[in-house]
């Protein structure tokens, strides 16, 4: 039989070029120097709060005179400003290409030491830049006459009061969606091709109310900042919760899986896949 003609192999092909991709993506994530992934993700976290921003702002615009599924239906489609500038925008973002950078350790061209920095540079730098944004945007929402401090209050407590395991199911849920718009975006070349991706995986977070660990930072921040009436130790427990979430969905059911059927099913074909293998990832 001739594989030339055989469609299982050319779409085995595709799995494995979208699988190098991820994985040169991962390394070029690595080998970044700390001080280029510190400003990214203390820039992503700062980016991010404009949608937010914008959230708060319709939310407090419309409430109480739409109906309550045409609320949400606005204000999750502004939630996804934020992603959208972020990630078109190439910065590091936690929840995204960051947690598929797990690709590099499992065809070992990087060690779980690189990954363990990348990870806590991005993450604490994600999350002190959505507090810096929280602070501002407290102060000035509700100085510019566009945000309530109600508003904030209200987004916050709806994350507050889920109980420990929604958080961190929901959290699950949030994390697998974000690995698999990193692993679509490979595959889409245009613009708004990637437009449209991000736009229907972050509405989706939005709209299912699934915590997501540096949107979810700033919006129960903004509430505990505004006055809302839980406690510093519910937001570390909820930040908690949302982070572990957030890494099993993205590693274990899209890097894991990606990977295992992606590897198993080339071995069965005889399709090889052929990493680049120049060089080695550089020691931070």
Not at 129 to 157: M, Q, T
Request: proline share 3%; hydrophobic share 50%; aromatic share 10%.
């Amino acid at each position: 039989m001739n594989d030339m003609n055989d469609p299982s192999i050319d779409t085995q092909r595709d799995y494995t070029t979208i699988l190098e991709q991820q994985v040169e993506e991962g390394l070029m994530a690595l080998r970044r120097p700390m001080s280029g992934q510190f400003i990214s993700g203390l820039s992503c976290g700062l980016d991010l709060g404009i949608g937010m921003f914008m959230l708060y702002a319709v939310h407090t615009a419309v409430s109480g005179y739409w109906d309550e599924p045409t609320m949400k239906l606005v204000t999750s489609s502004v939630y996804t400003f934020g992603f959208i500038f972020v990630i078109l925008g190439r910065l590091e973002l936690f929840t995204e290409h960051t947690t598929l950078a797990v690709l590099p350790v499992l065809t070992d061209r990087a060690s779980l030491r690189e990954l363990g920095i990348l990870w806590g540079v991005v993450l604490v730098t994600n999350l002190v830049g959505g507090a810096l944004f929280s602070v501002v945007a407290v102060y000035a929402g509700p100085a510019l006459d566009v945000i309530e401090l109600s508003a904030f209050r209200e987004i916050g407590d709806t994350f507050i009061t889920l109980t420990p395991l929604a958080t961190f199911t929901g959290a699950v849920f949030a994390g697998w969606l974000m690995g698999l718009l990193s692993w679509i975006l490979t595959s889409a070349q245009d613009t708004i091709s990637r437009l449209f991706t991000i736009f229907i995986v972050t509405f989706t977070i939005g709209f299912a109310h699934l915590p997501h660990s540096v949107a979810g930072n700033i919006e129960v921040l903004t509430g505990l900042l505004a006055g809302a009436e839980y406690t510093l130790a519910d937001y570390a427990v909820f930040e908690t919760l949302t982070i572990l979430g957030n890494v099993v969905g993205g590693v274990v059911f899209v890097a894991l899986f990606m990977y295992g059927h992606t590897v198993r099913t080339a071995e069965e074909q005889n399709v090889e896949i052929t990493p680049n293998t120049e060089d080695s990832p550089t020691e931070n």
